[in-house]
């Protein structure tokens, strides 16, 4: 008689997950049984809970545990990955409370949703099973739908978390669809059995079952990630969305989503691997050139700077075409450095708009720079940062990313890659020239900049020149946990 | 003093670090602290200089690691050859005479504009020095942020446009450069070359087929830089909206990167190319120097004349390089300097006259001579020095170069550019005809101040230059001599050195033996001098434009 045996359960490496959860739980429940009034001790409380969990994470940073029968890993990968997803919620956390109590919706629960979502990005990059990635990956994205209409009372933020809510789970869909396909060819959703089956496959490339299923699963990632021609959703979201989420939600999920793609295509599907970097190589270009191309018409700060994260996810797709060390260890790099430098320029636009997330225009920024120089300095690293130009984060990101293509003989994909990046610089600068070289139109309130939104500034603005003068530490770690993947 | 470089890179960017703390309302204490932080560095420089061993190797270098990740090797690679010690000397000599030109002109935002001024410097200094390619990019590529402010913030009507165009233009050229960069890097570590040390890539002998590419991303970038016809369309817009000081600089030093960057890598990196594109990049040179001039003739705006100007003299500075001997290439290096003392002067008068006039139109002035007298002799000079009179610097500059250029293979390309030197004489004194001369009937200069004892101090040194490297500029062709014949042995490309050792082989037998071992000697170098008959002369130091005259 078959006993059903029981896996040995190792909570270790889900240990930070574990903890954030009953925080967030915890938190939904003082939330419900507290008397109403400002609810921003809950994010304090969130935040220091993710320092914890940062700190956990970090414990286990050279460790290396496989739980739940192989379903969870605790590796240097997914280490790399959390650190991510913990920067970019606790900064967003960080610069939430004062946006939002301007927009009077300060409400308890955003902060336990962002726990959330954290849980399920962490999960996405720790998961070594289909299932794994997917249970994850659907608690990210409820959580994100919620957070996109948060703002309940403006009708932008009902449109983008309807909007967000539709156009995800049509994705989910595709991305559901191509597990079952790669279940049916392979018989396994362990990654490490799809891995071995395939290569004993004599002609995977022939496989329509597997290439089906592959091909879903590209397109369902390739939505999460926001590449052209699956980016239909991401301006209306980011622009709609509370200013706040649309930091969060451009740099953490988007990190998440590479962090699964990456393990499941170098693991499961090295193989196939001239099939789907000619894919990648096409969406890419289309990525790259679509978001930069749109980007230089955006009068909107924060649609400006969502065509600009599509762009982005172009660049690091040039690094996982390349698909080798060298260009996927710079998607590690990159996707930090991003959110340093993203959630960075969203909290100075949260300081210059006002309640109704109007003046947000660049013309609005005219004169900024000599009326609060220190914000205008920090805005004018992350766009350089943005652009490209060193010494800062995003250029020794790109520098790593289009090595790795050139490195695998994709010379003209950096090419083309550089050429958008000069594209892009454009309308980086004109961000710089309303603040430095155009007169004010009106005088500027003067915005008070509270201690979390300080805290996360000076962060983001270390971060992006540190990672620009001395990367090596990182590009290290990043590159020796791709290697071990 | 091993650090010496550094200090010298470093010293203005501490000087930011100490701005930041001085208030912005006392203007005085910001211009003179910064005048102060640029005098100290020019002084430090000096002790370069005097420490520099007149050979052709790197001297004062630091070499310690930076970034080392996946395949890549970054080390902080620094040092000065001959051919870079001058440019460095410059860089820090005009430094201190720009802030002291920004006075009166700047009034408006004293302390972002002093911000910028050092950090232009670190990045000049520390590009003029790089060893290390990656670190040679990242300074080319800061120097562009705070110039792009210095013209946004503080330039003229047409700023903006002209401060895009400058970044946009120069950007995508780098970026190009940038991606044959890292593909160098990848042949060179395939060949074992392990880091990003410029003199390693110097031993790599690529395949022409890729050398051709390379070298075409490379002079884009640095013909943008320089800036070469057609691609010069972003320099007289820069240049006309820029703040004096901004001018100066850029006139003064930023061009000359362009023409380093040939000098230091897109010629010696890939030699057999740069032979192959030396008649289509001549032909652009001299282009440039003829169309420049031609347009310079026709300006209204003084400065945008002098803008102009400047193309044509980068022109002959191309056409030196190319001629790939060591006058031409003495001759070029020479004019570098020249034209960052003659032109960065002129910029300066400029801005004296336009502090007092507020235009810059030709047609607004008239008979300033009877006014200005102290000013009249000091534009006089630097015209007289722009135009190549014997005596000043200009004169042995451009003799160099055409003497260099007409014993090369460029012969006939050097004649028409010698053409330049008379449009060049025609252009710069009908303008100072115009500005100086003739009667003084615009009761708005009727008034005008001669220079104050500031301006006379900015002047003089710039001055003293022009009459010392005219008459005497030994010292400084004798500095860069060492390195600049080894350059132009080390460009020579392989296939004419075997041609060449054939040629000898047939007379002497011996002379190709012996030139065997003198190859070995210098290991990596592409050596052989003996062979070209015109080289033996230029071998003493004594290169004596006054005794060709």
Redesign the interface.
């Known amino acids: 008689m078959d006993m059903i045996t029981m896996p040995a359960i190792n909570m270790t490496p889900i240990l930070p997950e574990i903890f954030l959860s009953v925080l967030a739980m915890a938190l939904l429940l003082i939330n419900v049984f507290s008397p109403g009034g400002s609810k921003s001790y809950l994010g304090y409380v969130s935040f220091i809970g993710i320092i914890a969990a940062a700190v956990l994470v970090g414990a286990g940073w050279n460790g290396y545990i496989e739980s739940f029968n192989g379903a969870v890993v605790l590796d240097k990968f997914a280490t790399f990955f959390k650190m991510i997803f913990l920067l970019s919620a606790g900064m967003a956390i960080l610069i939430t409370d004062q946006y939002m109590e301007r927009e009077e919706c300060n409400h308890g629960e955003l902060y336990p949703i962002i726990l959330f979502t954290t849980v399920g990005m962490m999960l996405m990059a720790s998961g070594t099973d289909l299932m794994t990635i997917f249970l994850g990956l659907e608690l990210m994205s409820v959580s994100l739908y919620v957070l996109a209409g948060f703002n309940r009372k403006n009708l932008k933020s009902n449109e983008a978390g309807l909007k967000y809510f539709l156009l995800g789970s049509f994705s989910t869909g595709f991305l559901l669809y191509g597990m079952a396909l790669v279940y049916g060819a392979t018989g396994t959703t362990r990654i490490s059995k799809i891995a071995q089956i395939v290569a004993q496959m004599t002609m995977p490339s022939s496989n329509i079952l597997l290439l089906a299923g592959v091909l879903l699963l590209f397109t369902g990632f390739a939505f999460k990630v926001a590449a052209a021609p699956f980016h239909m959703w991401t301006p209306d979201v980011y622009e709609g969305a509370p200013t706040p989420m649309t930091a969060f939600m451009s740099t953490g999920p988007k990190a998440a989503a590479f962090a699964a793609s990456l393990r499941l295509f170098l693991v499961a599907f090295p193989t196939l691997q001239v099939e789907w970097s000619q894919l990648l190589w096409v969406l890419a270009v289309v990525t790259m050139t679509v978001g930069n191309i749109t980007a230089l018409r955006q009068d909107n700060i924060k649609r400006m700077l969502a065509y600009s994260s599509i762009a982005h996810a172009g660049y690091c797709l040039v690094g996982f075409t390349a698909g080798n ?2 260009g996927t ?1 710079a998607i590690l790099f990159y996707m930090l450095s991003y959110a340093l430098m993203n959630i960075g320029a969203f909290a100075i636009i949260i300081l210059v708009a006002k309640k109704g997330e109007s003046n947000g225009t660049v013309m609005d920024l005219a004169g900024f720079g ?1 009326k609060h ?1 220190a914000l205008a300095l920090a805005m004018t690293v992350f766009m ?1 940062s943005m652009a490209g ?3 800062t984060a995003g ?1 020794i990101g790109k ?2 990313l ?2 790795g293509a ?2 695998q003989g994709y ?1 003209w994909l ?2 083309l890659g ?2 958008n ?2 594209a892009s ?2 309308y980086y ?1 004109r961000v ?2 309303y603040m ?2 155009k007169d004010p139109t009106e005088e500027f309130e003067w915005t008070k900049v509270t201690a979390p939104v300080a805290i996360a500034l000076v962060l983001s603005v270390a971060g992006t020149l540190v990672l620009g003068v ?3 530490f990182v ?2 770690y990043a ?1 020796l946990a791709i290697r071990l993947l | 003093m091993s650090n010496i470089l550094s200090l010298t890179t470093f010293l203005p960017i501490l000087g930011v670090l100490i701005l930041f703390f001085i208030p912005k309302e006392s203007k005085s204490v910001l211009r003179g602290f910064t005048f102060a932080v640029t005098l100290v560095t020019f002084l430090v420089s000096l002790l370069i200089l005097t420490g520099f061993q007149t050979n052709a190797e790197f001297q004062f270098v630091e070499n310690v690691p930076w970034i080392a990740a996946g395949p890549f090797v970054m080390r902080y690679n620094i040092g000065v050859d001959g051919i870079s010690l001058w440019l460095v000397i410059l860089t820090t000599f005009i430094m201190p005479i720009s802030v002291m030109s920004t006075w009166k002109a700047v009034e408006d935002k004293v302390k972002e504009y002093m911000i910028c001024i050092l950090i232009l410097e670190t990045s000049l200094i520390g590009a003029f020095i790089s060893i290390d390619m990656f670190l040679f990019y990242i300074y080319w590529e800061l120097m562009l942020i705070p110039m792009y402010f210095m013209i946004g913030i503080w330039g003229g009507k047409n700023r903006l446009y002209a401060t895009m165009k400058f970044f946009i233009y120069t950007m995508v050229g780098s970026l190009l450069m940038l991606v044959a960069f890292i593909y160098l890097y990848m042949i060179g570590s395939q060949a074992g070359i392990p880091d990003f040390s410029v003199l390693h890539f110097y031993n790599l002998h690529l395949d022409p087929s890729v050398q051709m590419w390379m070298f075409i991303a490379f002079a884009l970038a640095f013909a943008i830089k320089v800036p070469m016809f057609p691609l010069h369309t972003w320099l007289p817009d820069a240049h006309t909206e820029a703040p004096t000081a901004g001018s100066v600089i850029l006139a003064a030093i930023m061009l000359k990167m362009g023409t380093y960057g040939y000098v230091r890598f897109a010629i010696p990196l890939f030699p057999e190319a740069a032979h192959r594109f030396a008649p289509l990049l001549a032909t652009l040179a001299v282009i440039g120097i003829i169309y420049a001039a031609l347009v310079a003739m026709v300006q209204e705006d003084v400065k945008k004349l002098v803008a102009y100007s400047s193309v044509a003299h980068l022109g002959f500075v191309m056409l030196g390089i190319f001629a790939f001997n060591v006058q031409g290439m003495t001759g070029s290096m020479l004019q570098m300097l020249n034209h960052g003392v003659s032109t960065g002067a002129l910029f300066l008068i400029v801005g004296f006259i336009y502090e007092r006039r507020h235009t810059r139109l030709i047609t607004d002035f008239g008979g300033l001579a009877k006014q200005m007298p102290i000013f009249a002799t000091m534009f006089l000079i630097v015209t007289l020095s722009s135009i190549g009179v014997p005596g000043t610097n200009g004169f042995v500059g451009e003799f160099l170069v055409l003497i260099g250029g007409y014993e090369s293979e460029l012969r006939w390309w050097t004649v028409v550019a010698a053409s330049g030197v008379i449009f060049a004489a025609v252009y710069m004194l009908w303008m100072f005809q115009r500005v100086m001369f003739g009667e003084l009937n615009n009761p708005k200069n009727q008034k005008l101040l001669d220079l104050d004892a500031r301006e006379i101090a900015i002047m003089v040194p710039l001055l003293l230059l022009i009459f010392v490297m005219g008459v005497y500029p030994n010292p400084f062709i004798a500095k860069m001599d060492p390195a600049v014949k080894k350059l132009v042995s080390q460009i020579r490309p392989a296939s004419m050195d075997a041609a060449a050792k054939a040629l000898a082989a047939v007379p002497v037998a011996n002379a190709a033996e012996s030139n065997e071992t003198s190859e070995q000697n210098h290991t990596g170098m592409p050596a052989g001098h003996p062979v070209i008959p015109h080289e033996g002369q230029s071998t003493s130091p004594a290169i004596n434009p006054h005794e060709a005259k």
Do not use: R, W
């Open positions: 060390g060298t260890s000599f120089p350089f130009v060193p010494p250029f520098f790593y289009f090595s050139i490195q010379i950096a090419i550089v050429l990046s000069a610089v454009y600068l710089i020239v430095y070289m001395i990367p090596s590009l290290e590159q």
